[in-house]
């Protein structure tokens, strides 16, 4: 039998690696198939469902003062959250101290507007409930602060939200509501709720005690690191980069702000490219493919977008998000969602030069991901980094074939992680299979020599498989 494929008497044409998509990487390819350009919801066309709190046309500035305030208020309610030098500065080129808010009760950062908010609402109020709308972490807040000052909570969410994030509001004993697929379905339908049972709504990112409530972090930034040079934030609907802003400016105006979102979701880009917060038709058909769900707001705040004080933003791309979650879970030995690993994104994908050599603040504001997704990040992670890679390749299928492809990676130092066979989808050559085999390799280096190595063996027959940059 030939030791070498190209020896065989056999061309393997395109028609014959439709075993190609049949790999675990399949769908790392972008799917926009269940996407809709359909306009989205529009609760403040209609006056019934609009919100008194959130005024597109008078939108109230949050002052630093009233921050400064807030921080007095729920003192003791939230968890102060260290901010600390990162060990993977030196790699950075800068001196990169992240704020851990993954570390509040509830996972996020969201505690502390939810606590504020509630503790401001009068007495009758508190007695009537709140409702909300939440993709999952500020619907967890409420519930918990909500438990703690005896007030009911009820919180609309998408079906799409994360489980664990569904789970513990359940948990948390708040009434869980699970409807529509995007977050302006949710909020309508809460609207709905809230004129039925006379209850207050609280917008989770718009609300103006929301946004004095997350200021909060920025003064804590402030008095662990008071010479910063620059603050990286995270920014969905814009209560958390708006309230740190107003907070951070009000006490030293020199630091610089720097807000991030994902390329599919630029919301605030659409709102400062238009004067003004609008729907943002990016982000409706990218929302269901990024895994910053936190931040996926089709529309940012009036309130918030009135309020920031940000000096730069950035869009980062989801493999970056995915690389950092990933560096973050073995470098800092933290547990970071996509919304909150995506400042860190930012350092990692060099959009920010400015910041080499200075000193940085990065807010991991989250940390509530499902176990599930966690484990694909890691997988779409390691592919990026090159620790991981996955190719098909058509070998004889007499024997000693595959034991001459499994020597040649034994040989390259590449560990095999799974393998699997296609003789179906080669049915004209009996004599042949297809092989899917994912191997784990030191870095992309070490990933490029073993790809060289099987092109030498078997060139054309060789089909290596790379994620999309997008």
């Not at 799409?160 to 995007?182: H, I, M, N, Q, W």
């Not at 997350?214 to 690191?225: A, K």
């Not at 409706?284 to 730069?312: H, W």
């Amino acid at each position: 039998m030939p030791t070498n494929m190209k020896e065989l008497p056999v061309s393997v044409g395109p028609e014959h690696w439709r075993f190609l998509q049949k790999g675990k990487f399949s769908d790392l390819q972008n799917d926009s198939s269940n996407c809709s350009m359909d306009d989205s919801l529009d609760t403040d066309a209609d006056p019934a469902m609009s919100d008194p709190c959130c005024d597109g046309e008078n939108p109230v500035v949050v002052e630093g003062q009233r921050i400064c305030d807030a921080q007095d208020q729920i003192r003791g309610g939230v968890i102060r959250t260290p901010c600390t030098k990162t060990r993977m500065s030196e790699a950075l080129g800068s001196e990169v101290y992240f704020k851990k808010e993954f570390m509040q009760f509830t996972g996020s950062f969201k505690d502390r507007g939810a606590l504020l908010a509630l503790m401001n609402l009068t007495e009758e109020q508190k007695k009537r409930g709140v409702v909300t709308t939440s993709a999952g972490n500020h619907a967890q807040a409420m519930a918990f602060q909500g438990g703690k000052l005896g007030i009911p909570v009820t919180v609309v969410m998408p079906k799409t939200a994360p489980l664990v994030k569904v789970s513990s509001c359940r948990d948390l004993k708040a009434e869980v509501v699970l409807y529509g697929s995007r977050f302006d379905e949710a909020k309508a339908h809460a609207m709905k709720l809230r004129n039925e049972r006379n209850l207050i709504y609280i917008d989770g990112y718009d609300h103006p005690d929301i946004l004095a409530g997350q200021g909060t972090v920025g003064l804590e930034i402030l008095e662990d690191v008071p010479d910063v040079d620059y603050v990286i934030v995270p920014v969905g609907g814009g209560g958390l980069v708006a309230g740190v802003s107003a907070a951070i400016k009000h006490v030293n105006p020199n630091v610089q702000i720097i807000g991030v979102e994902s390329e599919r979701c630029p919301s605030w880009h659409t709102a400062m490219e238009n004067g003004q917060p609008i729907k943002c038709q990016q982000t409706i058909k990218g929302a269901k493919q990024s895994i910053s769900d936190g931040l996926n707001v089709i529309r940012v705040g009036y309130n918030a977008f009135a309020t920031a004080k940000i000096d730069r933003m950035v869009t980062v791309s989801e493999k970056y998000i995915a690389v950092a979650i990933l560096r973050l879970l073995e470098g800092e030995k933290s547990v970071v969602e996509g919304a909150g690993a995506i400042g860190y994104a930012a350092l990692l994908s060099g959009v920010l030069p400015e910041v080499k050599g200075k000193k940085v603040a990065c807010i991991l504001c989250g940390g509530n991901i499902d176990a599930t997704v966690l484990g694909l990040v890691i997988d779409r992670a390691l592919v990026q980094e090159g620790r991981m890679s996955r190719f098909m390749v058509v070998v004889s299928d007499r024997p000693g074939g595959l034991a001459r492809l499994v020597a040649i990676l034994a040989h390259m130092g590449a560990s095999v992680k799974e393998i699997g066979h296609d003789r179906i989808s080669l049915a004209s050559y009996v004599y042949m299979t297809g092989i899917t085999c994912t191997v784990e390799t030191k870095n992309k280096a070490h990933a490029q020599e073993v790809r060289q190595r099987l092109e030498e063996t078997y060139g054309e027959d060789l089909r290596w498989q790379q994620e999309s940059d997008e």
